[in-house]
């Protein structure tokens, strides 16, 4: 496991705060400002399309600077944070895995949204969620540090975020749903999974794996679709497997996994 430290500078937070707080994961804002912008664009550049251009539309320019600064901290929003490069080199390449993969980056940078993963990975297909649960999650985790309005914000968001991810369906009453998983969902899952450390086999079995709701089989399936498609190097042998991303990191961001 790479230390506190090293998964900090890949881009992965921790702490007990998070952007759920006050907003979903802003799968409609992402999709509109990735639209406009090359993979390479810088924060300068997406901040001016925000606040200057505002081409999501925001009313009034507190609400642009408050946009722009929830997607910094979902997000990060700079290709010199490994995670969002290759999050946003991801995401051009498959439109179906668009919401998965906003959730799982999600997930790696916010910390109110992974303490509900649990609670959602723990429901049966068709199983009955509401908001009061998920409240009552977040203040049996954090005693005493939440308001009863901000349990409520709390709960509406995450909730909001893991329906738009495929995970649950509908809009007052929230029922446990399959997501789609794509080839591209898995590369991330097993990108995230080498950046705390894990290889070979073992990246099949982290808690970002966990997180797809996928057999083992199926896994394996579409990690070789993503290597035929040239996102990965994928090898699986009998009980030996060895994956490759090649180009994902810089020389100086592959000596921090050894640090």
Known sequence: MTSPATQQKFGF??????????RTMMLAEIIELFKGRPADATPE?????????????????????????????????????PLFRVFRRLWDSDDQAHAMLACQMGLARDPLLR????KILALEPGQLLSREEMEQMF?????DRFSPATLKSIAQNVNGTW??????KGRTKKLRTVPVVRPVNVVFALFLGYLQGATGNRL????????????????LELARFA??????????????VEITFTGYLTKEEESWLYE
């Open 139 to 143: 203040s049996d985790l954090c005693p």
């Open 163 to 168: 329906t738009k991810a495929g995970y649950l």
């Open 227 to 240: 290597s035929h498609a040239g996102l990965i190097t994928f090898k699986h042998s009998s009980e030996v």
């Open 45 to 81: 550049q997406y901040q001016q399309d925000i606040v200057s251009f505002n081409v999501l539309h925001k009313p009034t320019e507190k609400a642009r600077q408050l946009t722009w600064r929830h997607l910094l901290d979902l997000y990060g929003m700079d290709t010199s944070i």
């Open 13 to 22: 937070k921790s702490g007990r705060n998070g952007a759920h707080a006050s």
């Open 115 to 118: 303490m509900s993963q649990d």
């Open 204 to 219: 099949f079995s982290t808690e970002w794996m966990k997180v797809l709701g996928c057999h083992h089989d199926r896994l």
